[in-house]
Structures are given as C-alpha cells and as structure tokens.
C-alpha cells in the first residue's frame, strides 16, 4: 500500500480526519506521494471513488498520481476518480450537461472580440482620454476574470480611473461579446470556471473530498470553484514559498489565509527534503526566512551522504561568465541530462547556449526558440557558410527565401544561374559575371528550357529602367530573369553589395559585424520586427516593434561577440554549427527560466545572473509580487539542485555597457559579506 512507504510527516496529512486540511509540501518533501497515500487512505475508508476529484494543474500530474494509485487497486476502481486540471474536469461537466458547447481558443475570440468593439466609433467622443485597443481591452477582460468576481466596470474604475468616462462603452462591448459567445455556444478557458461555477450551483455535484494540487498556484476564480462544490472534505497541498505566479493572476492569499477562513482547519507540514543536500537546504533557509513566515517551517535533510558546500562564482563580464560555466560543464563527470543551468530573463539563455555550442555541448532549453534557430542568426550564419562555401546550395535558398515573391525553386533557379554566371563560382557570378550568355536549366517535366524565356529576353531589363537601380545592377544578366520583380532584384542589388564588402575581409568579426551593419540585414530586421509586433488585427504595435528590434540586434551583437576570437572564418562557423543535432533532439544541459524548472531536479544546478536587476528583476518586481515574489523564485531555483549548486554573477554587460552589482540574495545566503542598499 502507498501508506506503508510514508514518512512520519506524510503518513499524519495522508491519514487525516476529514474536514478541512492543508499540507504545507516544502521543495521535496514529496508531495506527489502524500497526495497518492491520501486518496488510498480514502479508498481504505470505504469512501466511493467517483466521490473524489483530484485538481491539477497540468494533466501530467493527474496522469502520474492516478497511475501510481492504479499499482495498489484494480484500474476500474481508479478509473472512477475524477481526476484532472480545473479546465479539463470543467469542461467534461459541461460537455455532458451542453453537447453543443464549443472551447475556443483565445486568437478566435480575440478576433470576435474585435467585431463587437469596431461597431463603436470612439473617434467621434471628445472624452479626453485615448480608448483602450480592442485587443488590450480583451486581455484586460481576461484578467479580471481569472483575479476578481466584482463588476467590470468596478474593476476597471479601481485600476484605471482616467478611463472613467469610457467605462460604459467598455462595459456595454464585454455584454454584447458574452451575448455572441452564448449565442453560438462559444467558451473560453475562463468560461469554463465560470460555467461550471453557475452550473454547479443549479445542480450541485457532491464530492466527499476535493483534493487540490499545487494550491499555492490557484487564482480567485479557480478557488471560487472549490468553494461552490464545497465538500465535505477538503485537502490541499502546497507550498507558499513556492508561490511564483503572480504574473498569471495565481492569487497567494488563497494558501495564507486558509487558516482563517475555514475555522477548525488543520495545518500540516511536510519539512523532510529528499532531494538536496544539507549545505543547500541551509542556503535555501536563510534567504526564504526573510519572507513573512505565514506558517513556521524549516526544511530539514533526509538525504543521507556527503554534502558539497554551494559555491559564488564571479566574473568581470557577461560573456566571460558564460564561457566559463559552459567549459566547466564540459569538463564535468556529471551527464549532460542531470545538470540545469537556470536564469531569471530568457536572455540569459542566448548567451549560454552559443557558449555551449561552441564547445560541441549539447542543451536543451524549455520553451522559446534556440538561439541558433532565431531567424536573425540562421541569416546571419547562413550568409557566412556562402562565403565559406560558395556551393552550398540550402544557405542560398535559405537567404533569398527573404526576397518578396521568390520561394524555393525560384531562389534555386537564381543560385544555379548566378554561379554560371561565374563560369561556376557563385561569388565570382554575383559580384562580376564572366559568362554574359544565359543558362538552360533541366526542368522537372524533362522539357529542356532556359531560365530566361528566349521569345521575352530581349529588352526584359529595360522593366526597371529609371527605378533607382545602380549601373552595375542593371549590367549584371539577372535582370533578364523573367521571374525577377522590382523586390526581388533589390533584394540582390543589396546581397551583391554585402557580398563586395565582405568578400576579402581578414576576420570573422569583421564578416559578422559587416553583416550586421549591411542594408539587407536592416532589412531582414524591419521585416521580423514588423511581423512579431502584428497583432491578431492586423495592426501594428509600434512599441513591440521597437523592442523586437533591440531583442535582434542584442542576439546579433552576442553572435559577434561569439566570433571575436576566430581569425578564421570557417572555423568560427564549425564552432557555431557543431551539436545542431543534439539540440535539435532535445538531449544535453537543461537551460531553464525559474518557472520552467519548477517540479524538476537535478544533480547539478548553476543559477547564473545574480546581480541586482537582473535577479531579482527590479523590473517586474514592480509589477507582480514584490521582492517577496523574486526571493520565493531564487528558493525555487535553489531546491531544484541535489547535490552540487552554482551560484553566479558577472560585474559587466559588454553590449549593452552596463554595470553590475551582486543580487541581495546572495548576502542573505552568506556568500557575500558586505550588505548592500536595497
């Protein structure tokens, strides 16, 4: 039985009356196993099984704790549990009451949203303040949903009290945007709580015991949903120093004050740690005991073996501190797999990860995209293995993919031309062509035709007379390409004129910053920025756009700062290139933001960029949280370590010239002795 394998601890909570009980799980202290003990506990106690519901918040973990359980009794039996994440048990309940309910994502909404908000013409009201766009207007709605259960308008006065006069309008969109979504059955994932919530007051659903997953995570109205079903018994498991949502609405008074709102509430706490070693667990106590202790805990050792202290790496700048972590991974005995380097900002990542690749490491990082497969440094990269490679066929297509109306097959068609041209030198073809007459290319239907089509070749260039075309571009025989368009052959004319430039360069620094600093790569950047600031409207926000902007540039002048050392081009590229499989398999280091790492352990852990600003984030500390929220992130960091953990900070950012001073973290943690102001 599960009960039988529980610590004294989590034998205590998985055994206790019914009533209303909260476990207090610190980092692990294995909650998962407490949550499986209880529900067997339950089971044992004659109670039926589909009088019990098991919320999560992802469907993994319901996977896990059921499959567990199914270890101890027939699978038919745990099969009745209702068990799964708030959205998912929600959406089964009304499904089964409202077949034609219908959950949609939040792009189409957004975009309904948009129908019902475009009807009023705010243009002609002189109310002295700029209307909120239908968009930003949505996630505002959004918001409220998930953190409050007072009016709209009411919600809105509090936060946004400029917006007074518009609060009617405002209010009036979000009653015809419901109205629309009732009437074609639509639902959002908030809709589902909502829903259920009324649903489930028309015609309650009796439960013995509800049991809550990660509690310290729930917003107001998924706690709105446990008290409407309001069992006879409730058990919810969580750590209140491992509250790190904010940001996502999760509303942290719902674990403090449990105590307080269910009178004769049980408190227990899980406190052994099983996982790191005694020199972290003490670490990870004295920064967290610098929170309000809403409930006294101290994590204890139940780790037997040798204790490795946690170690202060310092470093004069950014990059060096990268470097210098990735070679120490490369020379550890630890397995790739079992070490995590964890940051508080993604951009942290881009860093870490080049410095891995160089030094053929392979990683991984959850979420987001790797920063060798960020268009603006495949571009890059790309242009550079032509230069090394002038054969190399998919770095040409790959590049000319970029030029407006020109796809795969034409940008082949122009790279076998340009490198005939060249009597077979691609460079030579497109910087000064040597073979004027036109080639014949083999077609797939076997049809012997040429690129250009001889009954339109003569006077074709003479399109883009008095277009603005330099003398040389005009010369040059590509513009007797049938296919070529005004775009496109600018897009040439641009290549051509790097390719000049970079063509005897002595250094891969010169090369990349060359590239950089090119009329086609500001161009490729006014393109991607463009596209990642579009909103689902179709409009432009001018704002993201300029920050899309500064996160390319800031990858490009990381990848410039890579090539520095390579005299050598094509070694530079090697470096870059090597252990694109392994990443691309999702095998190697772990690089994880805080939140991604949650749940999650590992032998070793490097937590890098430990300076004020950078973490804590003074930034979002101002929006979510609190210094509080930052400092429950760096104990979430820490316990995910084992056996060794890392702690780093460098005093210099190179590219961006700032200044860096260490984290007040690490002076709680004794690693530094000097207080500083805060």
Same mark, same amino acid.
């Given at each position: 039985?599960?009960?039988s394998?529980?610590?004294?601890q989590q034998? #205590?909570a998985a055994t !206790?009356?019914f009533?209303k ?7 692990g202290t $294995?909650?998962?196993s407490?949550i499986v003990g209880r529900? !067997?506990?339950?089971?044992?106690q004659?109670?039926e099984p589909?009088?019990i519901?098991l ?5 993994k973990?319901? &996977?896990?704790?059921?499959a567990?359980l199914?270890?101890?009794f027939?699978a038919k @039996?745990i099969d009745k549990?209702e068990?799964? &994440? ?6 089964r309940w009304?499904k089964?009451r ?5 959950l949609k994502?939040?792009g189409?909404?957004? &975009?309904?949203?948009r &129908?019902?908000?475009?009807?009023r013409?705010f243009?002609r009201l ?10 930003y207007l ?5 918001? =409220?949903?998930?953190s409050c ?5 009411s919600w809105m006065q509090?936060r ?7 609060l009617?309008? =405002?209010?009036?969109?979000i009653?015809e ?7 074609y059955?639509f639902?959002?994932?908030n809709?589902?709580l909502?829903?259920?919530?009324? /649903?489930?007051k *028309? ?6 015991e509800v049991?809550?997953?990660e509690? *310290?995570d729930?917003n107001?109205?998924?706690e709105a949903?446990?008290?409407t ?13 491992q509250?790190?949502y904010a940001f ?7 674990i403090?004050t449990f105590?307080d709102r269910?009178r004769?509430a049980n408190?227990?706490s899980l406190s052994v740690?099983?996982?790191?070693? #005694?020199?972290?667990?003490?670490l990870a ?8 202790r809403i409930?006294?805990k101290?994590l204890?050792?139940g780790k ?5 202290p946690p170690k202060l790496?310092v470093?004069?700048?950014?990059f060096d ?5 990735? *070679?120490q @991974?490369?020379e550890s ?6 070490? !995590?380097?964890?940051f ?7 860093? +870490?990860e080049a410095?891995?690749r160089?030094?053929n490491?392979?990683?991984r990082?959850k979420g987001?995209?790797s920063?060798?497969?960020?268009k603006?440094i ?18 040409f297509?790959?590049?000319f993919?970029y !030029?407006k109306?020109v796809g795969?097959?034409?940008a082949?068609d122009?790279f076998l031309s340009l490198t005939?041209?060249g009597? $077979?030198d691609?460079?030579?073809g497109?910087?000064n062509?040597?073979?004027k007459?036109l080639p014949?290319?083999q ?5 012997q035709?040429g690129?250009?089509d001889?009954c339109?070749?003569?006077?074709l ?6 277009m603005?075309?330099?003398k040389?571009t005009?010369k040059h025989?590509i513009v007797?390409?049938?296919? @070529? ?5 600018q897009?040439f004319?641009n290549?051509?004129e +790097?390719?000049k ?5 002595s250094?891969? %620094?010169e090369?990349?910053s060359?590239i950089?600093?090119? #009329?086609l790569y500001i161009n490729l950047?006014?393109m991607l ?6 909103l ?5 926000d ?6 899309s902007k500064k ?9 410039l700062e890579?090539?520095?050392p390579?005299k050598?081009l094509?070694?530079?590229?090697n470096a870059?290139?090597?252990g ?5 398999e999702?095998? $190697?280091?772990n690089l ?13 852990v490097y937590i890098v960029d ?6 804590p984030?003074r ?5 979510n949280g609190?210094?509080?929220e930052?400092r429950r992130l760096? %104990?979430?960091?820490v316990t995910r370590a084992?056996?060794? +953990?890392?702690? /780093?900070?460098? #005093?210099?950012d190179?590219?961006?010239k ?7 973290? +690490?002076?709680e943690a004794k690693?530094?002795?000097e207080p500083?102001?805060?």
């Amino acid at each position: 039985m599960p009960l039988s394998q529980l610590n004294e601890q989590q034998l #205590k909570a998985a055994t !206790a009356d019914f009533g209303k009980n909260l476990i207090i799980a610190s980092a692990g202290t $294995g909650k998962t196993s407490t949550i499986v003990g209880r529900i !067997a506990n339950l089971l044992k106690q004659g109670v039926e099984p589909n009088k019990i519901l098991l919320l999560t918040f992802t469907n993994k973990a319901a &996977t896990e704790m059921v499959a567990r359980l199914k270890r101890y009794f027939d699978a038919k @039996i745990i099969d009745k549990i209702e068990a799964g &994440t708030f959205h998912a048990v929600s959406y089964r309940w009304l499904k089964a009451r409202n077949p034609k309910l219908t959950l949609k994502q939040p792009g189409e909404l957004k &975009t309904l949203f948009r &129908t019902v908000y475009e009807k009023r013409e705010f243009h002609r009201l002189d109310l002295g303040v700029k209307p909120f766009s239908a968009i930003y207007l949505y996630e505002l709605y959004s918001l =409220y949903q998930n953190s409050c259960l007072d009016s709209f308008s009411s919600w809105m006065q509090e936060r946004y009290e400029e917006h007074t006069p518009l609060l009617d309008i =405002y209010q009036d969109i979000i009653d015809e945007f419901e109205e629309a979504k009732e009437e074609y059955g639509f639902a959002s994932f908030n809709d589902l709580l909502i829903l259920a919530i009324k /649903s489930i007051k *028309q015609e309650p659903i009796e439960f013995e015991e509800v049991l809550v997953d990660e509690y *310290q995570d729930t917003n107001t109205l998924q706690e709105a949903l446990v008290n409407t079903l309001d069992p006879k018994s409730l058990f919810c498991v969580g750590d209140y120093d491992q509250s790190i949502y904010a940001f996502n609405g999760a509303n942290i008074e719902n674990i403090s004050t449990f105590a307080d709102r269910y009178r004769g509430a049980n408190v227990y706490s899980l406190s052994v740690n099983y996982r790191s070693s #005694k020199d972290i667990l003490n670490l990870a106590n004295r920064v967290i005991s610098k929170n309000e202790r809403i409930y006294p805990k101290e994590l204890r050792v139940g780790k037997v073996g040798e204790s490795i202290p946690p170690k202060l790496l310092v470093y004069e700048n950014l990059f060096d501190q990268y470097q210098s972590i990735a *070679q120490q @991974i490369k020379e550890s005995k630890t397995s790739y797999e079992d070490i !995590a380097i964890i940051f508080r900002n993604n951009s942290s990542a881009d860093g +870490l990860e080049a410095s891995l690749r160089e030094l053929n490491v392979p990683c991984r990082r959850k979420g987001g995209t790797s920063f060798f497969d960020a268009k603006e440094i495949k571009f890059i990269l790309d242009i550079v293995a032509l230069i090394v490679n002038p054969k190399d066929l998919m770095a040409f297509i790959h590049i000319f993919e970029y !030029a407006k109306n020109v796809g795969a097959v034409l940008a082949k068609d122009i790279f076998l031309s340009l490198t005939h041209f060249g009597n $077979g030198d691609l460079i030579r073809g497109v910087i000064n062509p040597v073979i004027k007459e036109l080639p014949k290319l083999q077609r797939v239907n076997s049809r012997q035709l040429g690129l250009f089509d001889d009954c339109n070749e003569i006077g074709l260039a003479s399109r883009f007379a008095h277009m603005g075309f330099s003398k040389e571009t005009m010369k040059h025989p590509i513009v007797k390409l049938s296919k @070529i368009e005004k775009e496109s052959l600018q897009f040439f004319e641009n290549f051509s004129e +790097l390719i000049k430039s970079i063509k005897n360069s002595s250094s891969s %620094y010169e090369v990349v910053s060359k590239i950089i600093k090119s #009329k086609l790569y500001i161009n490729l950047v006014e393109m991607l920025s463009t596209q990642r600031a579009k909103l689902k409207t179709g409009e432009i926000d001018q704002n993201k756009k300029e920050e899309s902007k500064k996160r390319i540039y800031n990858k490009a002048k990381l990848l410039l700062e890579l090539s520095r050392p390579y005299k050598d081009l094509s070694r530079f590229l090697n470096a870059m290139i090597l252990g694109g499989g392994e990443v691309s398999e999702g095998e $190697g280091v772990n690089l994880l933001t805080v939140h991604a790492s949650k749940g999650l352990e590992f032998e070793d852990v490097y937590i890098v960029d430990l300076a004020d600003n950078r973490f804590p984030n003074r930034k979002l500390m101002s929006k979510n949280g609190g210094l509080d929220e930052e400092r429950r992130l760096f %104990y979430v960091a820490v316990t995910r370590a084992k056996t060794r +953990l890392y702690l /780093s900070y460098a #005093k210099f950012d190179r590219i961006k010239k700032a200044q860096y001073q260490p984290s007040l973290f +690490l002076y709680e943690a004794k690693l530094l002795k000097e207080p500083i102001e805060t």
